[in-house]
């Protein structure tokens, strides 16, 4: 069974930079393209940035490029989420995801870790 553990979150204040780390148990990180989400208060959960299996190839929405910063270790089977200069609108649940399309299109998710950005 796949397990994705979120950490990292906390409180911080506007402009500081925060770096989440994911953990994957179950199995090899090699099979996986990783991602991050997030859910503010009130709102959809949105796709923020994401890596291939390799790590070589990175994607991002427009609403985060320069900011945000996903990296990955295959070996230590784990994915990261650097963020700087956060703003108070980047408060929100921060989760993990793990995509796989074998044998079919598979989602796993963590459980979410809580940023605050707050003066």
């Known amino acids: 069974q796949v397990q994705l553990v979120e950490s990292g979150g906390g409180l911080v204040q506007p402009g500081g930079s925060l770096r989440l780390s994911c953990v994957v148990s179950?199995?090899?990180?090699?099979?996986?393209?990783m991602g991050w989400f997030r859910q503010a208060p009130g709102k959809e959960r949105s796709f923020i940035g994401g890596?291939?299996?390799?790590?070589?190839?990175?994607y991002y929405p427009d609403s985060v490029k320069g900011r945000f910063i996903i990296s990955r270790d295959n070996a230590k089977k784990e994915v990261y989420l650097k963020i700087d200069s956060l703003k108070p609108e980047d408060t929100a649940v921060y989760y993990c995801?793990?995509?796989?399309?074998?044998?079919?299109?598979?989602?796993?998710w963590g459980k979410g870790a809580l940023v605050t950005v707050s003066s």
């Open positions: 890596l291939d299996w390799s790590g070589r190839s990175a």
């Open positions: 179950g199995d090899t990180l090699d099979y996986y393209a």
């Open positions: 995801n793990a995509h796989s399309n074998w044998p079919s299109d598979t989602d796993y």
